[in-house]
């Protein structure tokens, strides 16, 4: 699962930092207008984002996007700690376009040394006050950073290829997906089909896709939506809807809304 973020100038850290709790704490019910990065030392945490779920735990890295509901519906682990840089949005974010790169939004990083110590980095500099060319200094800190995860991305790609093939039966619903786009199916009704419990479907899934089943099937969707618009011009949004598993029109837009920032009816028109 990707965010896209343009480079065409440099952005601003608005806020950055450590968050500690002993004894747990929900996540902030808002919607921010800066993209939130998040990088777990210690503990888990459960994040929605809109209606997806992301699953935090110790060395897992996670950007939020702006303008998005972001709330927790149960308390983190105990002995909680993580950083976080908050950084602000500039034009052209959030849309495949030319001058823009798709920037991994959720990582298991393991702890790896240089991601972590680049985040360490940005918040040691970031609290110094009379830091000379302050704004310069940070913004190429954050863009070494985001332009870093990339990389670990690409890197690690045979890794993800090694625990496909570990996980094949999670190819086996990826094709089931594919194949059957108009359906929704439940978490429960995948385990079923694989003759395993939901958790253990959940964590293996997971691990292939860096997703739950439900915010893959929607996202898998809105892809083909976003490309189905263009092309079939004819066709009612709620025809397109309906056919592809989703209530009607009006939910299938706010999803979309939500994931490519412009509505399916001004994504027509570009």
Known sequence: MNTYLSFEKRRKITQSGYIVSHEGLFHPNRVMHEFDLLYVLQGSWEIYEDETIFSLNAGDLLILEPRKHHYSKKK????????????????GDLRPVGNSLPIPRFLHLDFNPEIENEIKDIIKLDAVQNLKNRDLV?????????????????EHSSDMASTEKKHPEIQQLLTLFSENPDRFYSQEELAKLLHISSRTLSTHFKEVTGSTPHAYQVDYKLSLIHDLLKNTPYRTLHDIAVSYGFYDEFQMSKLFKNKYRLSPGECRKR
Not at 77 to 83: A, D, N, P, R, V
Not at 142 to 153: I, K
């Open 138 to 154: 940070l913004s190429a800190k954050l863009e070494n950073l985001l332009l870093d995860l990339t990389v670990f991305a690409d």
């Open 76 to 91: 983190s682990s105990e002995e909680l700690k993580l950083m976080y840089i908050h950084f602000s949005p500039q034009k």
